[in-house]
């Protein structure tokens, strides 16, 4: 079946330090998000992503996170100056609007530790 | 965002059947109940969807009311891997754009053996 992958599984940054998540969606999809859950919170929805441009992005999604698809593979979440308060789970997902199912497929997570 | 509302938790017993139930009376024409769960230390899962009428899948049944206004998932035999925290999620079909889901605090389901 295929899967949503995500690197790094953890990462630990400095505060203040430039990080970067990556994301494999399912080959045929075209629609893609990052959402976060903070440790014991909700799922957060940070942005989406749609024909190489961002589509809807919520208001954690201010000027120190950034999109982009460099490959036509990846997709990825960059967070240019980390917070204490960016510690989180981030989870990417992805969906075919094209064969609409209504099915969105997340990946395992990016655990974020910000020190 | 139409809001759902959910009890925060449920217990079960394994192999017996669990109702969950959403409400959400503020619900629109153009708004699918989705449905998604949550397994301890893993990213959501979608489980089913439906706009007006009962779905069925290999997971589980979704039971809509007639007036859409409530809906209830349906687990047939609950597992111990069923345990999880479940959504209950109004997400709307726009033609083209993202469809973002919005996430409220879930149900949690324990399940016991």
């Known amino acids: 079946e295929p899967e949503v992958t995500q690197t790094p599984s953890h990462q630990v940054t400095q505060m203040g330090q430039e990080v970067i998540l990556r994301c494999v969606p399912i080959s045929n999809h075209l629609y893609f998000y990052w959402y976060r859950q903070i440790l014991g919170q909700k799922v957060e929805f940070l942005v989406s992503f749609y024909n190489n441009e961002i589509s809807e992005k919520s208001e954690i999604f201010d000027d120190q996170f950034s999109v982009e698809r460099p490959d036509g593979s990846n997709f990825t979440l960059k967070i240019r100056s980390t917070k204490l308060e960016d510690s989180a789970m981030y989870f990417c997902?992805?969906?075919?609007?094209?064969?609409?199912?209504?099915?969105?497929?997340f990946g395992e997570g990016s655990r974020l530790t910000v020190l | 965002d139409a809001k759902t509302t959910q009890p925060n938790s449920m217990e079960s017993n394994e192999e017996e059947p669990v109702h969950l139930p959403c409400n959400h009376s503020t619900i629109s024409g153009t708004d699918y109940i989705h449905w998604y769960r949550q397994l301890p230390s893993q990213g959501p899962e979608y489980v089913i969807h439906g706009l007006t009428s009962n779905v069925n899948n290999r997971m589980a049944s979704l039971a809509i009311a007639e007036d859409r206004k409530s809906s209830t998932l349906i687990l047939h035999r609950a597992t111990l891997r069923d345990a999880a925290v479940y959504y209950c999620i109004l997400r709307e079909k726009r033609q083209g754009g993202s469809e973002k889901l919005v996430f409220g605090k879930g149900m949690k389901l324990t399940v016991n053996p």
């Open positions: 997902a992805s969906d075919n609007r094209g064969r609409y199912t209504g099915e969105l497929f």
